[in-house]
C-alpha cells in the first residue's frame, strides 16, 4: 500500500527519477536502452585500445607475477611475458581471443570460477579487471600496432548477446511502450492484518508496472512509488504466480486454492478486461506460461504439463514426463520453445511444434524455482534450491554455466536484456551476475527469505519480494531501496524505510 | 524426565498419601471403606492460558481404583478467582484459594495458586505446535514422518528436529503450507481438518486444543521460538496407579471400568502445564487395557498392561492392572524364604494370582545344577541328595555349586558373549576366565574393562575398543551390556518409546570419542589402543560439538581426565540406577529364563520391570555386598520363587512375568551339548580344543559346529541378548532323532554296557537311564511298560539302547523345568 506521511528522502528521489524518465521519452524507457547507448558511443568516442604493453602487463605485474613468473612459475604459467601469456600454463591456454567467459584467466580472476585468483586476496579492483575483459575482448593486443587476434573456436553464447526477438512496437506513434493501466474500476484491497509472504511477483519489461499478488486479487503498482495502480479480481484464490507478456500487454496469474482448485487468468493490462480464464485439477497451478502469440497456454498440473488452446479451453497436449509438481514453466521469447521445471529438480527442454522432448536439462539436485529466458531467446537460465543457477543454450539444451548463487537455496531468477541476472535466495540477499557467473551486485540482506525477484523496465531497477510480504525497489547502484512497501496489510507499517 | 520417576512416589504423589492420611484420621473413616484421592495435589495456574484439570480417585481397600471424577462437586473457596468449564480449571484473577472436592460426603481441600491471571502467553513453536504433530501423528514414520514424507511433505520422525520442521512449515515451500494473511485457511489446518483432501484423513476437530493451538501460533505470525523459550525437564501423569476391573473370569473380553489419566509437564522456568489434550497414550498390552485419544484408560481381561504417555519428545509411563470384576477372592498366606519371595508374593496378591506349589527334590536338583553349572547331577549325588534329610540341604547344594568351577565357565561364556570375545589369541577370554576365578567384584572388573588400554596382547581388556574410531557403536555396546538399554533407535531421531533424545545418544558417545590405536611396531600383530586426549562427537543437525553427559544423567567436570575413566566411575558407583540393577536382572534371568525386564538388555520406558521394587532389592543386595555376584544368586536361588513347580493353579495359567511358576526352558545350545555328552559319556571334540573341552568352555564362537549352529548359540556379532536363541524349532527336533549326534553317542558309548555289567535285574537298568538322563526314577506306569517291552524283546541291549535314545529326545531331557 501507498506509505502515507511525510515523503521520504527516497521518495523525493524516486518521484525525480520518474520524472526524468517521462522526460526521456520512448526511446530513453528502454530495457535495451543500455546497450543501445553503448554502440553509438563506441562510433562517436574512439576508444583506446587496450594492449598487453600499455594495460595488462602492469596489472599482472602488480597482481600476479610474483607467483606466476621468475624462474618457476607456478602450474608453469608465466604472465610477465606476453608470449608466455599466451602459451598458457601445465592446464593448458588460458585465453580465448575474443571471449572473455570462455577465457580461464578471467573466470578465474573475475571469481566466476574455482580457484579464485590471487588466492586468498579480495577480487581485483573493477577498473582491472574491466581491462583484462577488453582486453580479451579486443583481441589480446600486445601493443597498439599489432593485429587482433581470432580464436577458431565458436564465441561462447554467453559473450554473445543478439537483440531481443520481439520488439514491441507501440500502438499508437508516440505513445511510451509498455501498457499502464486505464481507468480501471477502482476495487478496494482486500487487506489483513498480517501479510502473506510474496510469491507472485512480477515487473512489466516495458515500464515501471509491478503486479504483486494480493488476497484473492492481484494488486498493480508503480514501482517507483509504490503507488497502488489498480486492483485485479482473483476469486480463483491466491495467486501463486504472475507474469507480463513479452510486450507488456498482457498480464497472467497462476494460483488457487490449495486442495481445491488452481486458475490461470490473463487480464489485458490497459482495460483490466479478463482475457481468458483456464482452471485446472484439485490443487493449486503453482506455474504457467503464455504462448508469445498469445494462443495458448502451457501450464503446471500436478506432474503434467497441459498445452491449452485459450479460444477453445481445450487441452491440445499433456506433457506427462515430470516425476513431481511441475512448478515453474516459461515460453522462451520466439515461442519455439518451452522450459518445464519441478520441484524435484527435474528440467525438461520442449519444441513447441510437436511438443517433442529436446532435452532433459539435469544438474539440478533441489527443486527449480524459476526459469527465465534470456530476451534474445538462445539462453535460459533455471534457479534451484539446490542454491546454483544454471544456464543451458536453447537449441540442444547444452549446459553452459552453472554457479552457486545463493547458499540454503535460490528462490528466483530474472534475466535483462543485456542478459545480466538477477537471483534472490534464502540467504535474504538479492544478487546481479554477468552470465558468466561472476557478481556484480548484491542487495540486503533482508530480515528473511528474499522470495522473488523482477525486473522492471527501468534500466538498472530490480524489485524484490520477501517472506515477511515486502516489497522493495532498488537502483543497481545504491545500496539502500529506492522503495518499499508492504501490499495488502491492515494498517501502515512504521515510518521509515 | 528423571529415571526415578515411574518407580519412586512424586512429591505430589506423597502430598497425596498425606491428603489421603489426614482424611483418615479427620473423618474417622472406617477400616474398609475406599480411600479418596484427588490429582494433583496442588494447582498452579500461570498466565492466562493456564488450565488444570482435577481427577479424584478411590481406592478400594482390596486395592481396586475407581474413576470418581465425573461424580465430585468441585467448589472454590472464592469463586472469582477461578472458574471450572467441564472439569478444568481456568484462572481468573490472582490469588490464593483452597479447592473443595467432594464426593459421597466425602471432602478433599486442594490448594491453588493463581498467577499473572491477565497475562497472555504466545504459543511457541517447540513448546505447543511440536506436541501437536506428534499428537496429531502428523510426523509418526508411516505419514510425513517418513524418510521422503507425503506428497513432499516432511517432518522430522517424532519431532527430533524442531528446527527443521519449523522451516520446512514456513519456508520450504514459501506460499503454500501456511497463510499469515488467511491463517484459518493455511493448509497446515485444512489438511487434518479434511477440509480438503488429505491422503492421511482427519486429524482433529476444529473445537480441539490441537486446532486452537495451532490457528493461535498461525495468528501470531509463526514466529520462530526466541532463546528464553522454557524446555519441559519433566512429565508426569496422574493417578499414579490404575486397578481397574476387567470382564469376569469367564474371560469374555468386555469393557471394564475405566479411568481418566491427566499429564502435567514441568518446565525449567518452574511452571507447570496440564498437556493431557497434547499427549499421546498407547497401551503395551491392549488385551488388558486400551487407552483412548484423549487418555482414558479401560479394563479388559485381567492381566497388566503398561500406559506410554508422549508428549513432545518427552515419554512417562504408567502400570495398569486388570482384575477380575467380582470380589477378591481371599488370597493364601504363603511361607517365604526371603525377601525375595516377599517381593513376589506382594505382586501376586496385587494380580490375585495365586503361585504354584514348590517343587520336589529331583526336579530342584536338576534345575539348579543346569542353571548353575551347566551340567547335569550325576547319579550318585542324585542318589545322595534325595537321601539326604537336612532341612537345609538345598542351601548346601547351592553353595556347593558356586563353589565349582562350573560356574565360573558357564557365566565366563556369557561375559564373552557380551563382550563379543571373538578371538582365541590375545587372552581377553583367559583374562575374563581369572578375573571369574579370583572373584573379582564386578564393579572393579567392568572398571578395568572400560579404562583399558595399551596393547592387545599385553593388556587383554583393551581389545574391548577394538571399534576404536566408531565412538558411536562403543557406546552403543555399552548402554546395551552394562546399563541394559538400547539407544540405537537415537542415533537418527528420538525415541520413540524412550527417553532417549539424540542429544544424550551424542552426548554419550562423546564419552568414547578421544580413543586412537596405533600399531605395535615391535609386534606388528598387536595393536595398541590409548587415549589421544582429543577428538570430539558432534550433533549431525546442527554440527555442534557435544560435551560427554552421562546417559540419563549429568555433564560430568573432566577436568582433563580420560573420559573413560569418568564414565567407568559414575557407572560403578553404588549410587548408579543402572548398572546393579542391569546385573541382578541379567543373574535373574539366568534362573528364570525372563528378566525381570525382559529382554535383560531393553529396559525401557515402555518396557518396565515387572516388579521394580523386587529388582531394586537384588540391585540394593548386589551392592550391599560388594558386587559379590555369588551371593546374589544364592538369594535368587534359595527363594520359593526359584523353587515353584511348573504346574500351574487356575489363576496363574496365563501369567509369565510375575515367577508365580516355573517356567518350560529350552536348554541352550552349549549346555544341551555338554549333557548330552555328560549323559553318554562321550565327549566332542570341538574344533581344536582337546578332547573332553565342554561347549561352554570355547572362548569363540567361531568354529564350525552344525549342533551348536543348530540349537541356536551367539555369532557374538552384536552385544544382543537375542543372539542366543532358545527356541526350539524342527530342525532341532530332526537333529536330534536323525542326527549323528545322539545316536553316535550311544552307540560309542559305554554306559549301557556297564549299566548291563553292574545290574542284573532290568527294573535298576531302567530306573539308572532315567537318573542318568532326567534326575527322576521313572513312574510306575512307565516302568511297568518298559520292563513288558524288555520282556518281550529279543536283544536286551537293543532295547535299552532305544530306551537311552528315547530318553535323550525327550522333551525332559532338552528342557530345564
Known sequence: ??????????????????????????????????????????????????????????VFRRRCTGCHGGGQPKADLDLSRYVAVLAGGSSGTVLIPG???????????????????????????????????RWIDGGLL???????????????????????????????????????????????????????????????????????????????????????????????????????????????????????????????????????????????????????????????????????????GKTTHRLDIHTDWVVSVAFSPDGRR???????????????????????????????????????????????????????????????R???????????????????????????????????????????????????????GVPGWLVVGDWSGDVRVWREDQQQPAAKWRPGLKRAPPAGR | MSPGSITRPTADLRGVLCVALLLACAGGVVAGEPVIRVYPSRVVLEGAADRQRVIVQAVDPDGRTLDLTSRARLVPSLPGRVRIVDGMLEPLVDGTLELEVSVDGRRVQVPVTVRDAAAKAPVRFGLDVMPVLTKGGCNSGSCHGASRGQRGFRLSVFGFDPAGDYFRITREFVGRRIDLARPASSLLLTKPLEQVVHGGGQRFDSDSEMYTVLLKWLEQGAPV????????????????????????????????????????????????????????????????????????????????????????????????????????????????????????????????????????????????????????????????????????????????????????????????????????????????????LANVPMDRMVRELLTAEGGFFRDPPAQY??????????????????????????????????????????????????????????????????????????????????????????????????????????????GNPWFARNLANIAWAQYFGRGIVDEVDDVRLSNPPSNPELLDFLADRLVADGYDFRKLIRTITLSHAYQRATEPTPSNLRDHR??????????????????????????????????????????VASMSSEFLTTFGRSNRETVCSCEVDVQPNLSQALHLINGSTTWGKIERGRVLEQLMTRHDDPGDVIDALFVRCLSRRPTKDERTRLLAAEVAATDRAEIYQDLFWALLNSKEFLFNH
Open chain 2, 465 to 574: 575398543f577394538r571399534q576404536v574410531g566408531k565412538p558411536k557403536i562403543l557406546a552403543e555396546n555399552v548402554a546395551q551390556v552394562f546399563m541394559g538399554t538400547r539407544i540405537q533407535c537415537a542415533q537418527c531421531h528420538n525415541h520413540p518409546f524412550d527417553r532417549w533424545t539424540m542429544n544424550d545418544y551424542y552426548a554419550f558417545a562423546a564419552f568414547f570419542a578421544q580413543l586412537g590405536s596405533k600399531r605395535n611396531w615391535e609386534d606388528t600383530r598387536e595393536q595398541i589402543v590409548f587415549n589421544t586426549g582429543s577428538g570430539e562427537v558432534r550433533h549431525p543437525i546442527d554440527d555442534r560439538v557435544m560435551a560427554p553427559r552421562f546417559l540419563g544423567g549429568k555433564v560430568p567436570k573432566l577436568a582433563g581426565r580420560d573420559r573413560r575413566a569418568v564414565l567407568a566411575e559414575w557407572l560403578t558407583d553404588a
Open chain 1, 402 to 456: 552453472n554457479w552457486m548463487a545463493h547458499e540454503g537455496g535460490v528462490m528466483g531468477v530474472a534475466c535483462r536484456g543485456d542478459g545480466r541476472l538477477a537471483t534472490v535466495g534464502r540467504d535474504g540477499l538479492a544478487r546481479t551476475w554477468n552470465q558468466a557467473g561472476s557478481r556484480l551486485g548484491q542487495f540486503g540482506p533482508l530480515a528473511d527469505v528474499a522470495t522473488r525477484v523482477a525486473l522492471v
Open chain 1, 142 to 312: 600486445s601493443t597498439t600496432t599489432s593485429r587482433p587476434r581470432t580464436s577458431k573456436r565458436p564465441r561462447s553464447l554467453l559473450s554473445q548477446v543478439g537483440p531481443p526477438l520481439r520488439r514491441p512496437v507501440p500502438k499508437l506513434a508516440g505513445e511510451p511502450l509498455g501498457a499502464r493501466p486505464r481507468g480501471w474500476t477502482a476495487v478496494s484491497v482486500q487487506t489483513a492484518s498480517r501479510s502473506r509472504a510474496v510469491v507472485a511477483l512480477a515487473a512489466s519489461p516495458w515500464s515501471s508496472l509491478v503486479a504483486v499478488g494480493g488476497i484473492e486479487q492481484v494488486l498493480v503498482y508503480d514501482s517507483a512509488l509504490g503507488q497502488l495502480l489498480g486492483v485485479l479480481p482473483f476469486p480463483e484464490g491466491r495467486p501463486h504466480q504472475l507474469a507480463f507478456s513479452a510486450d507488456g500487454e498482457v498480464l497472467w496469474v497462476a494460483g488457487g486454492e490449495a486442495g481445491v482448485g488452481g486458475a490461470v487468468v490473463g487480464w489485458q493490462v490497459r482495460s483490466g478486461r479478463r482475457l481468458f480464464e483456464v482452471t485446472d485439477g484439485d490443487d493449486v497451478v503453482l506455474g504457467a506460461a503464455l504462448d508469445p502469440s498469445g494462443k495458448r497456454l502451457a501450464l503446471g498440473s500436478d506432474r503434467v504439463v497441459r498445452i491449452v488452446d485459450i479460444a477453445s
Open chain 1, 99 to 133: 571471449d572473455p567467459l570462455q577465457s580461464r584467466l578471467y573466470l578465474l580472476v573475475s571469481h566466476a570460477e574455482e580457484p579464485h585468483m590471487p588466492p586468498k586476496r579480495p577480487r581485483l579492483p573493477k577498473a582491472e579487471l574491466e581491462l583484462i575483459r
Open chain 1, 1 to 58: 500500500m501507498f506509505q502515507a506521511g511525510p515523503v521520504p528522502g527516497w521518495a523525493q528521489r524516486a518521484v525525480s527519477a520518474w520524472l526524468l524518465l517521462l522526460v526521456i521519452g520512448p526511446g530513453g524507457n528502454d530495457l535495451y536502452g543500455q546497450a543501445a547507448k553503448t554502440k553509438p558511443a563506441a562510433k562517436t568516442k574512439p576508444v583506446t585500445k587496450i594492449t598487453f604493453r600499455d594495460h595488462v602487463a602492469p
Open chain 2, 225 to 436: 521460538d526466541g532463546k528464553d523459550v522454557p524446555r519441559v525437564t519433566r512429565l508426569e501423569v496422574f493417578p499414579s496407579e490404575v486397578v481397574l476391573s476387567g470382564a469376569g473370569a469367564g474371560g469374555q473380553p468386555a469393557a471394564g471400568d475405566s479411568h481418566r489419566l491427566v499429564v502435567r509437564a514441568h518446565y525449567d522456568d518452574g511452571t507447570d502445564r496440564d498437556v493431557t489434550g497434547l499427549s499421546v497414550f498407547t497401551s503395551t498390552n491392549t488385551a488388558a487395557a486400551l487407552v483412548s485419544f484423549a487418555g482414558v484408560v479401560s479394563g479388559q481381561r485381567r492381566g497388566e498392561s503398561f500406559v506410554m504417555v508422549m508428549y513432545g519428545e518427552h515419554n512417562v509411563g504408567l502400570p495398569v492392572i486388570v482384575v477380575p470384576s467380582g470380589p477378591a477372592a481371599k488370597f493364601p498366606a504363603l511361607p517365604v524364604a526371603n525377601r525375595v519371595d516377599e517381593l513376589v508374593h506382594a505382586k501376586l496378591r496385587k494380580l490375585r494370582v495365586v503361585p504354584s506349589k514348590l517343587c520336589d527334590d529331583g526336579t530342584f536338583l536338576r534345575r539348579v545344577y543346569l542353571d548353575t553349572i551347566g551340567l547335569l547331577p550325576e547319579p550318585s549325588e542324585y542318589a545322595r541328595f534325595v537321601a539326604d534329610q537336612r532341612p537345609d540341604k538345598r542351601k548346601r547344594l547351592v553353595d556347593t555349586l558356586l563353589g565349582r568351577p562350573e560356574f565360573t565357565d558357564l557365566w565366563v561364556m556369557k561375559w564373552a558373549e557380551l563382550l563379543q570375545v571373538r578371538n582365541v589369541k590375545g587372552g581377553f577370554f583367559g583374562w575374563l576366565r581369572k578375573r571369574y
Open chain 2, 658 to 699: 510375575n515367577f508365580s511358576r516355573a517356567e518350560f526352558r529350552r536348554l541352550r545350545a552349549e549346555v544341551l551339548h555338554d549333557c548330552l555328552c555328560q549323559a553318554t559319556g562321550v565327549p566332542s571334540r570341538l574344533g581344536g580344543f582337546p578332547l573332553g573341552t565342554r561347549a561352554v568352555q570355547l572362548p
Open chain 1, 338 to 400: 518451452l522450459v518445464t521445471g519441478d520441484r524435484g529438480g527435474g528440467l525438461v527442454l520442449w519444441e513447441t511444434r510437436q511438443w517433442d522432448r529436446v532435452a532433459r536439462l539435469s544438474g539440478h539436485r533441489g527443486a527449480v524455482t524459476g526459469v527465465a529466458w534470456r530476451p534474445d531467446g538462445r539462453v535460459v537460465a533455471s534457479a534451484s534450491r539446490d542454491g546454483t543457477v544454471r544456464q543451458w543454450e536453447s537449441e540442444g539444451g547444452r549446459a553452459l
